[in-house]
């Protein structure tokens, strides 16, 4: 699909489209298929509404808080680097939110209130994207293939404390499964207190993003043309870096870790409607939600009554296509 052939409306009503498409899949389809017309019957029994009400909704709408989270702090991400590999997952941005959030499960801080969890992740994510930016101002790293092994350097450590501490949990039968969960990846067992808990975080990350774009538009021109344009460059990436991580450390705190969504959403929505910002903003949440419900809903159906944990199956799609941006932009670069 070019992007030329098709106005912006029209591929926004199609994003629009394919994500109601996947949401009444997501709420159809499970360990068994129950439709949601069926509310609207009298006699329907009560199991079936308590499945459809109680357990598919808010896991759906959970993933869509997720996936709209993700994969605008992508774009974020990509917008503040210039570069469309810096996803929060290969920058390192999401291990600084999954060691802060393991710590709080560790020292069972979650116990002190349902924000102490996101709060930590919050915590990880802010100082990770903090010393990422300081090292991308300094001359020793400014190759954009530095700062991508920095980032694959810093989650290599931040994994490795992370399962520290979690082997040190395995005893304990309350906290080990739990934290092996979630550092995995799951929607399973979501209820509408995870999604009220990600509701207004992510509401207003995603509103004061959209004050951002144009000042990212401007920045993709370069630092240089962005301060003669007025850009007050510090407080833009204060602005970003702080969205980025309010976006990541939220959505980690209700379905733990999900690698590459914040890769693979924004680039797809790049391609379909170019590099606006403004433009990306809506089409990168949409196509976000969507990837994210046929992921989860791939990973509760394909060996069901069983499921697989949906970290782990959107980085087993995600990581080659990683492999394959980071092909595609060294032959663009050597040609």
Not at 76 to 85: A, E, M, T, V
Not at 223 to 249: C, F, H, M, N, P
Request: charged share 10%; hydrophobic share 55%.
């Amino acid at each position: 699909m070019k992007r030329d052939h098709f106005s912006y409306s029209t591929i926004l009503s199609i994003c629009t489209f394919a994500f109601v498409f996947a949401f009444l899949l997501a709420w159809t389809f499970g360990g068994a298929a129950l439709y949601p017309w069926q509310l609207f019957d009298s006699d329907v029994p009560e199991i079936t509404k308590h499945i459809l009400i109680s357990i598919r909704l808010p896991r759906i709408a959970c993933a869509c808080l997720v996936g709209a989270a993700l994969s605008v702090a992508g774009m974020l991400s990509q917008g503040l680097f210039r570069n469309p590999l810096a996803s929060p997952s290969v920058i390192g941005i999401e291990s600084g939110g999954s060691f802060g959030a393991i710590l709080a499960f560790y020292f069972g801080l979650g116990a002190y209130g349902m924000w102490t969890l996101p709060m930590f992740a919050f915590v990880g994510c802010l100082l990770i994207t903090l010393l990422i930016l300081s090292l991308a101002r300094s001359s020793r790293f400014a190759a954009v293939e530095d700062l991508l092994l920095i980032g694959f350097a810093l989650s290599a450590i931040l994994s490795a404390a992370s399962s520290f501490f979690l082997s040190l949990s395995l005893g304990d039968f309350e906290k080990g499964p739990a934290m092996m969960n979630w550092l995995l990846g799951t929607l399973a067992g979501r209820t509408w207190d995870h999604f009220l808990l990600g509701l207004i975080p992510i509401g207003l990350g995603l509103v004061a993003s959209h004050f951002v774009g144009y000042q990212l538009n401007i920045l993709s021109l370069g630092s240089d043309v962005a301060q003669t344009l007025g850009v007050k460059l510090k407080r833009l990436r204060l602005q970003t870096i702080t969205l980025s991580s309010l976006l990541v450390a939220t959505s980690i705190s209700i379905g733990g870790i999900m690698p590459f969504l914040g890769l693979v959403a924004p680039h797809i929505s790049r391609l379909l409607v170019g590099p606006d910002h403004k433009k990306l903003l809506a089409v990168s949440a949409l196509n976000g939600m969507t990837l994210l419900l046929l992921a989860d809903l791939v990973a509760r159906t394909i060996i069901a009554p069983s499921e697989l944990q949906v970290g782990v199956l959107i980085a087993m799609v995600g990581s080659p296509f990683f492999l394959f941006m980071l092909y595609h932009q060294r032959r663009s670069f050597s040609s």
